[in-house]
């Protein structure tokens, strides 16, 4: 009798433990990992208006010089044997493993934006043409800022890829016409083919609009195929989940994770990496091949979109990492194991 009491109390204070670290809360979700720091509206205020107005934020160029491969997905087409992986800009990739195609946050707009004639726009346009993409059979949504859960390019696809995302995406989804998803939370995994993808942390928030802040779950995914391990991290800041996703998953043969977004640090460590930390992650993570993105494409922060690739070449440089380790993609370009 002592006993089952004894043992009921733990579970009871295991439960606890579980309750208080979880990332749900009672209408939406939070980053549960130790040392995160929520950033509130004030601090956006600074950001956004009273730093502006001081000046703080660097002379940014109108045009950049980035070179785009010509991709007119013939190749991509015809190929179902072949590990590839494209990238059409920003967070944006195409990859292709076991016969799947497989899209990650794929925005085609000129706008990361509700609105088609103001905000974030784009500079340089998808390194793939929409109408040149192979069939594709899953779509892997990180979370719901409009530079990663674009409602054009989600019609444009349609009905017939399966969308995997994570709780709460589904509804917006189904306002859409898309019914074809399934909505997964946190170390939660899906099989496709053999191929099987698991829906894994993020520090992050999501919010569409000014009052569904944190509602609906932010994620990264595991794209854990028969031939590679791939990593897709969507938005986050550097956190304690890296080692936990290694240490379970690891070794990845691929990582592909956000640098850019990441100034000024005071304001956006929280919630996006910039090189520094990513190269943190991609030891956590224990991956071989490191694929940047979430750059080059929109201007969403204070530093120019040339900066995180520049500083993370040059990161490489001083710490004598091998070059081989790092798939740097020009807008359109493909590459292949
Ligand atoms: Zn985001
Ligand atoms: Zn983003």
């Known amino acids: 009798m002592k006993n089952i009491f004894i043992s009921s109390l733990i579970l009871i204070l295991a439960g606890s433990i579980v309750v208080a670290q979880s990332h749900h809360t009672k209408d939406g979700f939070r980053n549960p990992y130790p040392g995160f720091e929520n950033r509130g509206l004030s601090d956006v205020f600074k950001w956004a208006v009273i730093d502006r107005m001081a000046g703080k934020k660097p002379y940014h160029p109108d045009t950049y010089q980035f070179t785009q491969e010509e991709n007119d997905g013939k190749w991509l087409r015809q190929n179902d044997s072949t590990f590839s992986v494209t990238w059409v800009g920003h967070s944006t990739l195409l990859i292709q493993i076991d016969g799947l195609n497989i899209l990650t946050d794929p925005i ?27 069939e594709i059979d899953l779509v892997l949504i990180s979370h719901d800022h409009y530079d990663h859960l674009d409602k054009e390019t989600v019609r444009r696809l349609g009905n017939k890829p399966l969308y995997l995302v994570p709780l709460g995406i589904g509804s917006l989804l189904e306002d859409w016409g898309i019914t074809h998803f399934a909505e997964l939370d946190w170390w939660d995994s899906n099989r496709v083919n053999g191929v099987e993808m698991i829906c894994l942390p993020a520090q992050h928030f999501s919010g569409r609009m000014l009052t569904d802040r944190d509602k609906r779950l932010w994620a990264s995914w595991l794209v854990n195929g028969k031939t590679f391990k791939i990593y897709f991290g969507g938005d ?4 304690p989940g890296y080692k936990e996703i290694g240490e379970k998953y690891g070794p990845v043969d691929f990582a592909a994770l956000p640098i850019g977004a990441y100034k000024p640090r005071w304001f956006m460590a929280p919630v996006h990496m910039g090189p520094k930390e990513a190269l943190q992650a991609m030891a956590d993570l224990k991956a071989r ?3 940047p993105i979430h750059w080059g494409t929109f201007d969403l922060a204070d530093e120019t979109l040339d900066d995180p690739p520049k500083y993370l070449h040059e990161l490489i440089a001083k710490k004598q990492l091998d070059a081989h380790h790092f798939w740097f993609f020009k807008h359109g370009e493909t590459r292949t194991k």
């Open 108 to 134: 085609w707009s000129d706008r990361a934006s509700p609105l088609s004639f103001v905000g974030p726009k784009r500079y340089m346009p998808p390194g793939l043409p929409f109408e040149d993409l192979p």
């Open 236 to 239: 986050s800041g550097y956190f």
């Open 289 to 291: 091949t490191f694929i």
